[in-house]
T-cell receptor
């Protein structure tokens, strides 16, 4: 199993450009998440999905859109990049409540991250 | 709103010098408390889940404990390879889906 993979690993954009970050998981997980991590701020949830075709806003959704057309993929889009979106982006996935080894709330598995710089 | 505070922000130890990291939390109905390790340039790696006060879990030199207000990650006789940022997160009763993360403790173990 590859686990959670993210593409690209690095990207530099100019202000106003658009791009899509791809997250893929091969663990058949229902839930998927997009976070951003900034120095001194910790991990902050951008958007998440609890199943194919569903998405919901997290803590910092402004300026981002997401889509979950296939269960294994979760896409994060920036329509018009801004310098404030310079960050490291992490995708994560997990099983639903109560579906693994008797534990009620299952851990999230993270991808390796995408480092995005917006000039 | 769920909150997680980790202390200290940074900790420097000599190899073999045991210590503890703290994770204080406020949550409406704790469903689970998670510890992760994050190496520079990589994604967080899962370590432990704790569900109820009094619970303890161990893995090599690490031991996690949980009370009703905080969790400790005890590191016994650390080695330089234990150097990393350790993240704490909580799953509250208000949502089945989301975790709230602390800002982490940067641990450096010198040889």
């Amino acid at each position: 199993n590859a686990g959670v993979t993210q593409t690209p690993k690095f990207r530099v954009l100019k202000t106003g450009q658009s791009m899509t970050l791809l997250c893929a998981q091969d663990m058949n997980h229902e839930y998927m998440y997009w976070y951003r991590q900034d120095p001194g701020m910790g991990l902050r949830l951008i958007h998440y999905s609890v199943g194919e075709g569903t998405t919901a806003k997290g803590e910092v959704p402004d300026g981002y859109n997401v889509s979950r057309l296939k269960k294994q993929n979760f896409l994060l889009g920036l329509e018009s990049a801004a310098p404030s979106q310079t960050s490291v982006y992490f995708c994560a996935s997990r099983l639903p409540v109560g579906t693994s080894g008797g534990s009620s709330y299952n851990e999230q598995f993270f991808g390796p991250g995408t480092r995005l710089t917006v000039l | 709103e769920d909150q997680v505070t980790q202390s200290p922000e940074a900790l420097r130890l000599q190899e073999g010098e045991s210590s503890s990291l703290n994770c204080s939390y406020t949550v409406s109905g704790l469903r689970g408390l998670f510890w992760y390790r994050q190496d520079p340039g990589k994604g967080p790696e899962f370590l432990f889940t704790l569900y109820s006060a009094g619970e303890e879990k161990e893995k090599e030199r690490l031991k996690a404990t949980l009370t009703k207000k905080e969790s400790f990650l005890h590191i016994t006789a650390p080695k330089p390879e234990d150097s990393a940022t350790y993240l704490c997160a909580v799953q509250g009763g208000g949502s089945n889906y989301k975790l709230t993360f602390g800002k982490g403790t940067l641990l450096t173990v010198n040889p």
